[in-house]
């Protein structure tokens, strides 16, 4: 895959705070914005975070988005049991032509 | 509101052909493109391509090129995915989503998914 996704699963507990990272390269991250999106099972994906750093109305400060070189986090802070989900990262890939997704993190709340 | 309203459950043979709808409303559906997301049993998402259902430009993932065929309606404000022969393979949620700004993976309203099973 070209964009990656890391940690493939992560717990905290409720308040804490958890770091995931989505790793590609030039012709994706490095050169292009990146999505990230919040997915619970059996419900369609809802954006997050978009242009790297971005929140769509209605997504609360605790997710934040950064980008540096061919890298990016989502970090979400005050974690909460409604948090509970998979986390995709996303961006265009020039060599592909094509828009690419991470594989997606799972995360749990303790 | 903005919502995007996709047809119903499908099951299909083999060979089949298809098409399913996305139907927009509360918002000018020309002037925004539309996305379409794969989701196979358990896995994660992939970008199939996108519409832009003012001038019908699209531009398809390299996985789906060939297999699949993208197309609006701006009459009735309802883009279209077809495919002419089905797979097993292409078993599946498919969600269409509106691009947002300039970033071609930022969808900000979503369909709530059509669900496709392809068995003999």
């Known amino acids: 895959q070209s964009v990656s996704t890391r940690p493939p699963s992560v717990s905290a507990a409720p308040g804490q705070k958890v770091t995931i990272s989505c790793s590609g390269s030039s012709s994706n991250i490095g050169n292009n914005y990146v999505s990230w999106y919040q997915q619970v099972p059996g419900t369609a994906p809802k954006l997050l975070i978009y242009d790297n750093n971005k929140r769509p109305s209605g997504i609360p400060d605790r997710f934040s988005g950064s980008k540096s070189g061919t890298s990016a986090t989502l970090d979400i802070t005050g974690l909460q049991t409604g948090d509970e989900a998979y986390y995709f990262c996303g961006a265009w890939d020039n060599s592909l032509g094509a828009g690419v997704f991470g594989g997606g993190t799972k995360l749990t709340v303790l | 509101e903005v919502q995007l309203v996709q047809s119903k459950t499908e099951v299909k043979k083999p060979g089949e052909s298809l098409t399913i709808s996305c139907q927009a409303s509360g918002y000018t559906f020309s002037n925004y493109w539309i996305g379409w997301v794969r989701q196979m049993p358990g896995q994660g998402l992939e970008w199939m391509g996108i519409?832009?259902?003012?001038?019908?430009?699209?531009r398809y993932g390299p996985p789906f090129r060939g297999r699949v065929s993208f197309s609006a309606d701006r009459s009735t404000r309802t883009a279209y995915l077809h495919w002419s022969s089905l797979k097993a393979s292409d078993t599946a949620i498919y969600y269409c989503?509106?691009?947002?700004?300039?970033?071609?993976?930022?969808?900000?309203?979503w369909g709530q998914g059509t669900v496709l099973t392809v068995s003999s």
């Open positions: 519409i832009y259902p003012g001038d019908s430009d699209t």
């Open positions: 989503a509106r691009r947002l700004g300039l970033d071609y993976l930022a969808f900000d309203f």
